[in-house]
Each structure stands twice: as C-alpha cells, then as structure tokens.
C-alpha cells in the first residue's frame, strides 16, 4: 500500500458497514482513483460521507444520487461488477 497519507485515509473510509461495499469502493480506488482527475478524486472523497444504505441502493440500481460526479462514479463502479 502506498504511503501518501490521502490514501490511507480513503482506503480507511473504503471500509464500509458490508463485504460487498468495502469491496466495491476499495476496488475503485485501487483500479480507478490514481488515473481518475483530481475532480473525480474530490468526488469519491465526497462520495464516501454517504451512507451504506443510500450508497447500496445507488450501486444496485434502485435510485440515483443527485451529484453527476458521484453518478458517474457509480457507474463506473457497476459497469466493472456487471451490477
């Protein structure tokens, strides 16, 4: 693992209430975060405030987050686990 202090801290915030979560988010930022722009980067640090419960829901499909930065990044995330 990488010794950049903000990365720590976001694979530490990765680690969520479920398996499948930690492993959604912890996949994103160890296949995505380091080519992701520093917008995108801003966006999942953000994104990580959010609850389990709404961000399952946004990565099962059964609603949408209001952000289109976040949207985008769900996205991402679904089209990598064909969810």
């Known amino acids: 693992m990488s010794d950049d202090p903000r990365l720590r801290r976001l694979r530490w915030r990765c680690r969520r209430g479920t398996r499948e979560l930690d492993a959604l988010f912890g996949g994103w930022l160890d296949e995505r975060y380091a080519t992701a722009g520093e917008a995108a980067q ?30 985008a990044i769900i996205d991402d995330i679904r089209a990598r686990h064909r969810l």
């Open 42 to 71: 801003q966006a999942f640090d953000a994104l990580l405030d959010v609850q389990d419960p709404e961000l399952w829901d946004w990565v099962m499909g059964h609603a949408r987050p209001t952000r289109a930065d976040w949207q």
